[in-house]
């Protein structure tokens, strides 16, 4: 049995995520990514307008009349949700850590998929692969993704996004709609990413918190990397410090940005400041608009 604090935070994210995907998302997800194919569905009587080309000539010569194939999109999908658990998403200066709003995305995505009557699956990753939960349906599966989402507690404290990457590559053989959140604070992956983007449906989700992107002027600051625990004594209340803490976030949300652009794949930016579910929205508006333009 889980603690009741656990379940009660359960409860509060299932019913936070189940409301964005009725009242925000609404039919979005469904018409922004496409099945896998077309599947059969039926032979029907010849109506004007239909496409000639659909005509089933055996049936029609039996019948003595016109009859066509009517096929629909095979909706059903995988989606998987890749989710760096390294000891930087333990950060947040603001309404929430980095990995509450990656546990919130996440869960928004799950329901909207098993609504769908898609398959979902979890893969948590630091540097090496954490855990893996097959594709599976229905909301107790769904449960179970948060609850690891959010309760899991890595062995490790680094991060490869090669190695979530190259995992994801090895084990999911057909194309699947795959989500990554990270704080993308790590080198090194880009051909896992290119690879991955070429294979799948790839989304990066970028999560950071203002004060990696910005310091403030507060005299002397000893500041801890999570991962290594190596400390740096920063004096904020020189501007050349602080300009250069910040042309440094601002390089490496560049990288991640060129890298996305040069793979072909969509990337979220999201942040600890809590408007992280409209920027999931935004995303889903700007891809159907890009849908309708093909």
């Known amino acids: 049995m889980l603690p009741r604090e656990v379940l009660r935070q359960i409860r509060r994210l299932q019913l936070k995520a189940r409301r964005a995907v009725e009242d925000l998302l609404g039919g979005e997800y469904h018409s922004v990514f496409k099945g896998a194919g077309l599947a059969f569905e039926e032979v029907r009587e010849y109506q004007p307008g239909d496409d000639i080309r659909a005509i089933d000539w055996n049936v029609t010569a039996r019948m003595g009349h016109p009859f066509i194939k009517r096929f629909v999109e095979e909706r059903e999908l995988t989606v998987l949700l890749a989710v760096d658990c390294s000891a930087s998403h333990l950060f ?38 954490e855990r893996f939960v097959p594709p599976g349906k229905g909301a107790r599966h769904v449960l179970r993704l948060i609850r690891d989402v959010l309760f899991h507690q890595p062995h490790h404290a680094g991060t490869s996004l090669r190695e979530g ?38 989304i990066a989700v970028r999560v950071t918190d203002p004060r990696e992107e910005e310091l403030p002027a507060v005299g002397l600051l000893q500041v801890e990397d999570a991962e290594t ?65 093909r």
Do not use: C, P
């Open 92 to 129: 947040g200066t603001r309404t929430q850590q980095k990995r509450e709003v990656a546990a919130e995305l996440a869960a928004v995505l799950a329901f909207s998929a098993v609504s769908n009557n898609d398959r979902v699956g979890l893969v948590q990753f630091t540097d090496r692969i």
């Open 165 to 202: 990457l190259d995992f994801i590559n090895r084990i999911q053989r057909r194309r699947a709609i795959v989500f990554l959140f990270s704080d993308f604070l790590d080198e090194g992956y880009e051909l896992s990413f290119k690879r991955a983007g070429r294979r799948h449906d790839l």
């Open 229 to 293: 625990g190596e400390r740096v004594l920063l004096d904020t209340a020189s501007r050349q410090v602080r300009n250069a803490y910040q042309a440094a976030a601002l390089g490496r949300r560049e990288t991640v940005q060129q890298l996305a652009r040069v793979s072909g794949t969509d990337l979220i930016e999201v942040s600890t400041e809590g408007d992280h579910l409209e920027a999931l929205i935004r995303f889903f508006r700007l891809r159907e608009r890009r849908r309708r333009r």
